[in-house]
Nanobody
Framework: QVQLVESGGGSVQAGGSLRLSCAAS????????MGWFRQAPGEEREGLVA????????YSSDSVKGRFIISQDSAKNTLYLQMNNLKPEDTAMYYC????????????????WGQGTQVTVSS
């Protein structure tokens, strides 16, 4: 059972940046597809970016391409999401997830989820 704990959320003005972290309870770098998702109130959970084996394959949705960057630190068992040029529409709860398989993995197939961290972007 992999436990995931997100941190780094907060409030920021439009155009600003935040870096989210997701600490895993075990080594996930080599064998897990790791992804970031978000969910705004009243909306469905949206897949944003995913990474496998430290970037040997990465995936990004069109809504965040060029603004959000996913990365991993294998020594710290930590996944990161660097979010730049934030917009009010990026306001949501952000989640990391892990699945013991190569990317891509559909949202419903991810086995492990964190509790989420809130990001609020004001105009």
């Amino acid at each position: 059972q992999v436990q995931l704990v997100e941190s780094g959320g907060g409030s920021v003005q439009a155009g600003g940046s935040l870096r989210l972290s997701c600490a895993a309870s075990e080594y996930t770098y080599w064998s897990y597809c790791m992804g970031w998702f978000r969910q705004a109130p009243g909306e469905e959970r949206e897949g944003l970016v995913a990474i496998y084996r430290g970037g040997r394959s990465t995936y990004s949705s069109d809504s965040v391409k060029g603004r959000f960057i996913i990365s991993q630190d294998s020594a710290k068992n930590t996944l990161y999401l660097q979010m730049n040029n934030l917009k009010p529409e990026d306001t949501a709860m952000y989640y990391c997830a892990a699945d013991r398989s190569p990317c891509p993995v559909s949202l419903l197939e991810y086995e492990y989820w964190g509790q989420g961290t809130q990001v609020t972007v004001s105009s």
